[in-house]
């Protein structure tokens, strides 16, 4: 698993275009959140949910898909907001597409799956935030005071 910091770091640097799969086109949903946050800071975000294909068609002014062999361009990470015991065929979905992560939210901690896209050369993250991640390794916790426990005088690049 990449939970270390330099890990975490690389990973956030290179795949910039992320499939969230399970993206809601609700506000308040954390999937919404998370993803609204990358977006803002520079990723293309790729929404993956079955239920928002035909209406509204798009969240966050991306077209959805119903899952990732739909979509026609690479995807870089597969954030994945589904159930545990959804993730195996997501996993190896991620594989077919040829993603580089297999990124698994807070909450969601598959390790059949994990070990499968590990085995497949994909870089793989459980029970992590990939927003939060990001706001603690790239400088956004700790304006409001939250220890982030990496020290360093540079910023990050």
């Not at 499939?19 to 993803?35: I, T």
């Not at 459980?126 to 956004?140: N, Q, S, T, Y």
């Not at 304006?143 to 540079?154: C, E, F, H, L, P």
Request: one cysteine or more; proline letters at 4%.
């Amino acid at each position: 698993m990449s939970d270390d910091i330099s890990t975490l770091r690389r990973i956030l640097r290179d795949c910039r275009t992320i499939a969230v799969v399970g993206l809601s086109v609700e506000w308040h949903r954390p999937s919404y959140f998370a993803a609204k946050y990358m977006q803002q800071h520079g990723y293309r975000i790729v929404p993956v949910n079955p239920r928002y294909v035909a209406d509204p068609g798009e969240v966050l002014g991306e077209r959805c898909y119903a899952s990732l062999a739909d979509i026609p361009f690479k995807v870089d990470m597969v954030d994945v907001f589904r159930r545990t015991s959804d993730v195996m065929p997501l996993a190896e979905q991620a594989i077919a597409i040829g993603a580089k992560c297999l990124w698994q939210q807070i909450g969601v901690l598959n390790q059949e799956a994990a070990a499968l896209a590990a085995a497949a050369g994909l870089d793989v993250v459980m029970d992590r935030c990939v927003k939060i991640e990001h706001a603690r390794l790239f400088g956004g916790l700790n304006w409001a005071g939250v220890n982030t426990r990496v020290i360093s005088a540079k910023r990050p690049v």
